[in-house]
């Protein structure tokens, strides 16, 4: 069974940073693309980012790029969000959602999701 | 980057009815469209992709249909597990992008 834990979400206060994980079980974490997606209150899907089943290949939405960085440890079953500079904006759940190639396909298993908030 | 618009935003429906929502792309993604589910507090969940292939274990009851341009979800017989809202995508290319959803609500 595929399982996606989502963590490291909390409070931070603009300008601050945070590191989300995703521990991922049930599958050949090394095979599969990850992303993140997130969701503010009430609102919409926004894709954030993603990356490759190898790591090599990483893409970020216009919104974040350059603010927040992806990456993956295929020892550990991980994938992670290093979020810098945050904004209220940046306020929302982030799911973990694993893809079902290597590279680009569709989503096929979300986490839980783990909220950040962004506010003084 | 691709824009998805859905239509309606919005819309009502009772048990049993027949349900369609409209995903459009402002460019073609031949057939690489997926449907989600979402429900409140939850994770969405993969219902169609590749425009109409149906995911493991969702009823028959949704299907999917188009491509390039033009996409429709249905419902054929509205149950009330389906009072959600609904999500189009396209993974054609990065970046990935969502419709703005479309919530079924109880009429």
């Known amino acids: 069974e595929v399982q996606l834990v989502e963590s490291g979400g909390g409070l931070v206060l603009p300008g601050g940073s945070l590191r989300l994980s995703c521990a991922a079980s049930g599958f050949t974490f090394s095979s599969y693309a990850m992303s993140w997606v997130r969701q503010a209150p009430g609102m919409g899907l926004e894709w954030v980012s993603a990356?490759?089943?190898?790591?090599?290949?990483?893409y970020y939405a216009d919104s974040v790029k350059g603010r927040f960085t992806i990456s993956r440890d295929n020892s550990k079953n991980t994938l992670y969000l290093q979020i810098n500079s945050l904004r209220a904006e940046d306020t929302a759940v982030y799911y973990c959602a694993k893809g079902s190639e290597q590279w680009l396909a569709k989503t096929d298993y979300w986490g839980q999701g783990t909220l950040v908030t962004v506010s003084s | 980057d691709i824009q998805m618009t859905q239509s309606p935003s919005t819309l009502s429906a009772s048990v049993g009815d027949r349900v369609t929502i409209t995903c459009r792309a402002s460019?073609?993604?031949?057939?690489?469209l997926a449907w989600y589910q979402q429900k409140p507090g939850k994770a969405p969940k993969l219902l169609i992709y590749?425009?109409?292939s149906l995911e493991s274990g969702v009823p028959s009851r949704f299907s999917g249909s188009g491509s390039g341009t033009e996409f429709t979800l249905t419902i054929s017989s509205l149950q009330p597990d389906d009072f959600a809202t609904y999500y189009c995508?396209?993974?054609?290319?990065?970046?990935?992008?969502f419709g703005g959803g479309t919530k079924v609500e109880i009429k």
């Open positions: 460019q073609s993604i031949s057939r690489w």
């Open positions: 590749k425009a109409s």
């Open positions: 995508q396209q993974y054609n290319n990065y970046p990935l992008t």
């Open positions: 990356i490759s089943g190898s790591g090599g290949y990483t």
